[in-house]
């Protein structure tokens, strides 16, 4: 096992841990958006971590030891995707709220007209 693999290894050995820790899901869908900045920005530091490391003796990893890092990489684009589309949908919801707003208010001014009419 090359230098690089086990250096992976024991990045994904530390975000399983470091989730483990903070109480975060391993599913990045069952996480919240909160939960999800704070892994990303784990798994980004393990991925600095990782690159660092490989720059220093890139001429000595093959195409398969370069392999290893793809399930990081991966996560890391999955984890900004869900964070993505939250925002997207939360900033729709937030659209629907303000419209929902207005109608409540619209719904206050005539309970207002129909009691000031009862009175």
Not at 18 to 36: C, G, H, N, T
Not at 91 to 97: C, F, H, P, Y
Request: net charge positive; charged share 35%.
């Amino acid at each position: 096992m090359s230098t690089l693999q086990i250096s992976a290894k024991s990045s994904l050995e530390r975000l399983a841990r470091k989730r483990l820790r903070e109480r975060r899901p391993k599913d990045i869908q069952d996480m919240s958006v909160e939960q999800l900045m704070e892994e990303k920005t784990a798994v980004k530091r393990e991925l600095a971590h990782l690159k660092t490391q490989f720059k220093e003796s890139s001429n000595l990893y093959t195409p398969e030891d370069k392999e290893i890092m793809r399930e990081l990489y991966s996560r890391y684009c999955d984890i900004k995707s869900c964070i993505e589309s939250r925002m997207d949908s939360s900033s729709s919801l937030r659209m629907s709220t303000d419209e929902i707003r207005v109608s409540n208010s619209e719904l206050e001014q005539l309970r207002f007209k129909v009691y000031s009419t009862l009175f």
